[in-house]
């Protein structure tokens, strides 16, 4: 059984930077392929980032791509999303996932095997 953790959320100022961790239980971590993915009140979820098994693929949303760092560290099986420069529409509840996928489906949150619970991320204006 696969568990996923998330921590780090909170409220900040516009322009404030918040990081996000996630660790995960299970001995295969190191093959999942990890993603992060939100969803604010009334939307549908949506892709943030991802980071391939090995970390040599990394995937970024437009709306976070220069501001978001996402990184993996396989001997503590934890993933960080490093989010800077927040703005007020990042404000939503943030998912870590993990799945088998080939890199053409990472942005689809349905080949994602294993969610956390999710953690609150408010950004003030």
């Known amino acids: 059984q696969v568990q996923l953790v998330e921590s780090g959320g909170g409220l900040v100022q516009a322009g404030g930077s918040l990081r996000l961790s996630c660790a995960v239980s299970?001995?295969?971590?190191?093959?999942?392929?990890m993603g992060w993915f939100r969803q604010a009140p009334g939307k549908e979820r949506e892709f943030v980032a991802a980071?391939?098994?090995?970390?040599?693929?990394?995937y970024y949303a437009n709306s976070v791509k220069g501001r978001f760092t996402i990184s993996r560290d396989n001997a503590k099986n934890t993933v960080i999303l490093q989010m800077n420069s927040l703005k007020p529409e990042d404000t939503a509840v943030y998912y870590c996932?993990?799945?088998?996928?080939?890199?053409?489906?990472?942005?689809?949150?349905?080949?994602?095997?294993?969610w956390g619970q999710g953690t609150q991320v408010t950004v003030s204006s």
């Open positions: 980071i391939a098994w090995s970390g040599g693929s990394i």
């Open positions: 299970g001995r295969t971590f190191s093959t999942y392929t």
């Open positions: 996932a993990a799945g088998f996928m080939s890199s053409s489906y990472y942005y689809q949150s349905r080949r994602y095997n294993y």
